[in-house]
């Protein structure tokens, strides 16, 4: 099976602008969580989706939004960039709670 | 915090030694997960040990829980050069909108 894969895997934005990350699941799993990785904060959980329903949500302003499309594939947003949300964004897809993890995308605010 | 805290911040040891790394939360779980992840790339899962279970192996992983300290630690065996990475403690509570929440983690390196 192929793994959790995550598009695009490098990205530098301008404070203010807006972006958009993909991440397709494992075939089969239904849950695909997002998580925000520095080194000031470590791994903070954004949101989890499972059957294009948000299940859980973490500790984010209303700038970080997501969703989940019917092949379980997700996307998350965030508006209005900042300096600080410069961090790996990782996405983990799950089928009986184990995560998996994709290779992340490395975003740059300027 | 949310986060969980891990000890230490970073291992060094000699390939052949074993490393041993610890986790502490703050809240009850569901259970608690190991990762590891390789110069800032995405994680691998290690282990899951739920939290009705107090020790678990895979390999030269050795992973114990004790729910009423709220800790875990991970024991590596025979430690290799590709052990070289960051291990982190992933806790899953038990209420909360929190599906996961991670520690701060651990840097390894083995010098071979």
């Known amino acids: 099976k192929a793994g959790v894969t995550q598009t695009p895997r490098y990205l530098i934005k301008t404070r203010g602008q807006q972006v958009t990350l993909s991440c397709s699941p494992i075939s089969g799993h239904r849950s695909v969580s997002w998580y925000q990785q520095t080194p000031g904060q470590g791994l903070q959980f954004l949101f989890e989706?499972?059957?294009?329903?948000?299940?859980n949500k973490g500790n984010f302003p209303g700038r970080f939004s997501g969703r989940q499309f019917s092949n379980s594939r997700s996307e998350m947003n965030v508006s209005t960039l900042e300096l600080g949300d410069s961090a790996l964004y990782l996405c983990?897809?799950?089928?009986?709670?184990?995560?998996?993890f994709g290779p992340g995308t490395r975003l740059l605010v300027l | 915090s949310q986060q969980g805290e891990e000890d230490p911040q970073a291992l060094s040891i000699q390939e052949g030694e074993n490393a041993t790394m610890n986790c502490s939360y703050k809240t009850s779980i569901n259970n608690l997960q190991w990762y590891r992840q390789n110069s800032g790339r995405g994680l691998v899962h290690l282990i899951l040990i739920r939290s009705n279970e107090r020790e678990k192996h895979s390999g030269r992983l050795r992973v114990t829980l004790d729910t009423s300290k709220k800790s875990s630690s991970l024991l590596i065996t025979a430690s290799r050069a590709a052990d070289t990475a960051s291990y982190f403690c992933?806790?899953?509570?038990?209420?909360?909108?929190?599906?996961?929440?991670f520690g701060t983690g651990t840097r390894l390196k083995v010098l071979a």
């Open positions: 989706y499972f059957s294009e329903t948000q299940r």
């Open positions: 983990a897809s799950s089928l009986d709670g184990t995560q998996y």
């Open positions: 992933a806790t899953a509570p038990t209420s909360g909108t929190y599906k996961y929440i």
